[in-house]
């Protein structure tokens, strides 16, 4: 986290860094970055104003770390976009969609182009510790218990 919070970005793609400590006091985790929405990191992030369309939201803050998921959810969003048509949905619902790929991707080349920006040896070592952030996140480092299933006895 201490190597990925100096290359936090916000809406416009320009650098938000902060101190790893002030970064995780200040911001909330939400499906594609942080927000620092102060009533929403008080509510622990069940309490965004805006229903979690952070790409279009001042607040929101994507590190690296973030870049392959916020890849797959463009995927989704052009999939519901294309669903959307095909259903004849009303020209609001695709217009919205449209709006949020737009602006993910925005998001998406201002990282990249941040990242493009940095010396190699840089970039390498963001790269590892996103994969490590990204691990961590996905839970794969815990060892998963055995199960066995049980039947219940016939109550008869």
């Known amino acids: 986290m201490a190597k990925l919070s ?28 942080g927000c ?9 992030g069940q309490a965004c104003p805006i229903r979690f369309q952070c ?15 916020i890849e797959h959810h463009i995927n989704e969003l052009r999939a519901d976009r294309e669903t959307a048509l095909a259903m004849g949905a009303a020209e609001f619902v695709t217009t919205a969609l449209t709006a949020q790929i737009t602006a993910y991707q925005r998001v998406i ?16 070592q963001i790269e590892e510790a996103s994969t490590a952030l990204r691990k961590a996140r996905a839970g ?17």
């Open 55 to 69: 790409a279009g939201c001042g607040f929101y803050r994507p590190d690296p770390s973030y870049l392959p998921a």
């Open 140 to 156: 794969d480092n815990h060892t998963l218990l055995p199960l066995t299933t049980a039947r219940p006895k016939d109550s008869r």
């Open 109 to 124: 080349d201002r990282m990249n182009t941040h990242l493009a920006s940095l010396p190699a040896s840089e970039r390498a």
């Open 6 to 33: 100096a290359h936090v970005l916000d809406q416009h793609g320009h650098p938000s860094p902060s101190s790893s400590t002030a970064y995780e006091m200040r911001s909330v985790a939400v499906p594609y970055g």
């Open 36 to 44: 620092t929405e102060p009533s929403n990191v008080k509510a622990g």
